[in-house]
């Protein structure tokens, strides 16, 4: 028994709604991708406690390795470098808080139903997460620079700034595919994962060759600059922005430039890869999408 | 891949041999055993069941979050396994108990988001989110933080979500759990407004509370253990408990003119009993009553019963149609009662 006034074609009008074309298609991966990074560059900024996390803390843990430096004698190219640094760290930070656990508190919030059952894709979600993360630790890099430069008078001579801007797209680019994949890994491992993310944070810092040259590594510098888009990227930046510095580059800017696109081509594929692989799985298994109730 | 357009004639939703199993620590669990149901265009459908029935898992089979472990399901011709994109574009869903979305957003806000991941332009999505806005009356909440709101707020910003893509179907499970008899009174009227715009809009809804099956539902199926156990109509239904149609009449006395036996030759009537002659009203004030519990074929029999009754002089005080409960049915079908302090909320 079917209610009263139900159209005839009723069917054909419903099947030409799903009918999207390649714009449409297009315009709603653009408009998805900007829906979901909006909470993370305006909610960011409205509460209070959140703009302290995101300005204080950094510029004083960035002001801590300065002291540090300047108690040890060091030269000061290595004080620019070091501002230089820590403005990457916040957007590596980002991405082991902030993209690395997220899909797991997607799943549980019940947003995770919601985008699976939506016709947009995971790949836009986790490109609005991603550049609404970067946008909004861009402001923080700045202020960081900023303050830095400011406070302790650091010197920069940039050469060739696209170049430099280049390597920063390309660094953050990497670290945010880099990002996806983990939260992918995240989802899928569960508790077991929490370890890793404190093994990706601290020392990671250091093998990222951020607060001492890549070279003095030895073969773990190597083996970051492989692995890590926070390395080349930061030796890269070094060289670029701190001519003093260029010859403690591990490699030229732009081999390391290299690394970095292949780098980012690797880590979307991965991403692109791994999202495919938990939309199925988790329809499969029927834990991995929605809440445990 | 190619699809060819479903055929005109093709159900709302249709289930066919639609079994699932999950592996759990303990073994397997067979949630779902070879299902079939078909679900026409416009209906409002409801799956009643205990706890651990099967009903989400149906719900999430159909609403592509889930894959079945055998048979195969439709969306309006769409396969839900196959033309996954497909059906993902016509339908939406809101499940109970929900807290989605993003703290810091504000209600408004949290509607656009959502429109933009449904796929119509910014300007058509703005028009519809201040729409759902008005509609569900929630104009005062529309710039307050999600994290600031009560449940019965965020449920009603789930459904009006839920709307904005238009659906032409749309999934519901336990949308009024929690909600206070108001709130939840609200979200039902808007969901019949909903369907009622739309000739062809369907609805599946899962709920515990018998009431409100009974009130929304143009078929009911009642799951248990992963099996359906019956469907039909609410009437039909509680046909299934109490074959007959009952009615109470009142009257002031029984004139000697008419016996019960009289009574019992008219056409389409099964039994009549005097139910209680001495009662008044309820509080045991007014002049007496005597009330006949008359048995029908069917309700139409009851003309002849108040003529015969009129015919004799006999003077009418009440008529009454006594129906079993959904509760009954389901009692009798599934062997117990639905969890029992959830299914006392009011309508
Ligand atoms: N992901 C899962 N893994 C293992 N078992 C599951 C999973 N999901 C559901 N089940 C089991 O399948 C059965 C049906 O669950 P389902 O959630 O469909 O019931 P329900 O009718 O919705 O119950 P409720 O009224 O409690 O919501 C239950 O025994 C449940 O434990
Ligand atoms: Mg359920």
Not at chain 1, 58 to 83: H, K, N, Q, Y
Not at chain 2, 85 to 93: C, E, G, Q, S, T
Not at chain 2, 218 to 233: F, K, N, S
Not at chain 2, 289 to 318: F, M, N, P, Q, Y
Request: include cysteine; charged fraction near 20%.
């Amino acid at each position: 028994m079917s209610a009263a006034g139900v159209p005839k074609d009723l069917h054909a009008r419903i099947y030409a709604e799903t009918e999207w074309s390649l714009s449409h298609k297009l315009r709603h991966a653009a408009q998805s991708v900007v829906g979901r990074a909006y909470p993370r560059i305006f909610g960011m900024s409205r509460e209070p406690s959140w703009l302290f996390f995101d300005l204080v803390f950094p510029t004083l843990g960035m002001c801590s390795f300065v002291f540090l430096l300047r108690s040890r004698g060091a030269d000061e190219a290595w004080i620019s470098a070091t501002i230089l640094a820590s403005a990457l760290l916040t957007f590596w930070t980002s991405v082991i808080w902030m993209m690395a656990g997220q899909f797991r508190w997607e799943r549980d919030s019940g947003n995770m139903t919601l985008y699976i059952t939506a016709p947009v894709g995971l790949g836009s979600i986790a490109l609005g997460m991603a550049v609404g993360g970067a946008v909004g630790m861009a402001f923080r890099a700045g202020i960081i620079i900023l303050g830095g430069s400011l406070l302790f008078g650091a010197q920069y001579e940039i050469r060739e700034p696209l170049l430099l801007a280049l390597t920063m797209l390309l660094g953050i680019a990497a670290m945010y595919a880099l990002g996806v994949c983990l939260a992918a890994v995240f989802l899928v491992s569960g508790r077991e994962a929490d370890h890793l993310g404190d093994l990706l944070n601290e020392p990671m810092q250091l093998l990222g060759g951020l607060f001492a040259p890549v070279r003095s590594l030895g073969i773990f510098g190597l083996l970051a600059i492989g692995i890590l888009p926070l390395a080349p990227a930061a030796d890269a930046m070094r060289q670029l922005a701190v001519p003093q510095l260029a010859a403690s580059g591990l490699l030229p800017v732009p081999v390391e430039l290299g690394i970095l696109a292949v780098m980012f081509v690797v880590f979307s594929l991965l991403s692109h890869f791994s999202l495919a692989f938990i939309e199925r799985r988790g329809r499969a298994d029927g834990k991995l999408l929605t809440r445990a109730d | 891949m190619a699809i060819s357009t479903p055929a005109a004639s093709a159900a709302a939703v249709e289930v066919s041999g639609v079994g699932r199993v999950f592996q759990a620590k303990g073994g397997s669990v067979t949630a779902l055993h070879n299902i079939d149901l078909r679900i026409e265009p416009g209906e409002l459908f409801g799956l009643l069941g205990p706890n651990g029935a099967g009903k989400s898992t149906l719900i999430k089979i159909l609403s592509t979050l889930l894959l079945p472990s055998s048979g195969s399901a439709s969306i309006f011709g769409l396969d839900v396994v196959r033309d996954t994109a497909r059906v993902r574009r016509i339908m939406n869903l809101v499940a109970g108990g929900d807290f989605s979305g993003y703290g810091l957003l504000t209600a408004r806000e949290q509607l656009a988001m959502f429109a933009q991941f449904y796929g119509m332009p910014y300007a058509e999505g703005m028009r519809r989110v201040d729409a759902q806005i008005e509609a569900f009356g929630i104009t005062d909440i529309r710039d307050r933080k999600i994290s600031a709101l009560s449940t019965g707020q965020r449920q009603k910003l789930n459904f009006a979500r839920s709307f904005l893509n238009e659906p032409w179907m749309l999934f519901l499970d336990e949308p009024t759990i929690g909600l206070d008899v108001s709130a939840a009174r609200d979200v039902r009227e808007r969901v019949r407004a909903f369907q009622a715009e739309q000739p062809g809009r369907t609805v599946l809804l899962t709920t515990h509370y018998m009431a409100e099956a009974d009130e929304m539902c143009d078929r009911i199926a009642i799951v248990d253990h992963g099996r359906i156990l019956a469907q039909g109509t609410p009437t039909e239904l509680k046909r299934m408990v109490q074959k007959e149609t009952l009615f109470i009449v009142g009257v002031d006395e029984l004139p000697a003119a008419v016996s019960l036996g009289t009574l019992r030759e008219l056409p389409g009537v099964i039994s009549v009993v005097v139910r209680d002659a001495d009662g008044a009203d309820g509080n045991g004030v007014g002049s007496p009553v005597t009330r006949l519990a008359i048995a029908l074929r069917e309700d139409a029999a009851l003309g002849g019963v108040i003529s015969a009754l009129a015919a004799a002089g006999a003077h009418l005080r009440e008529i009454s149609k006594s129906e079993p409960t959904l509760e009954e049915v389901f009692v009798q079908l599934v062997g117990r009662g639905i969890s029992e302090s959830d299914s006392e909320q009011a309508l």
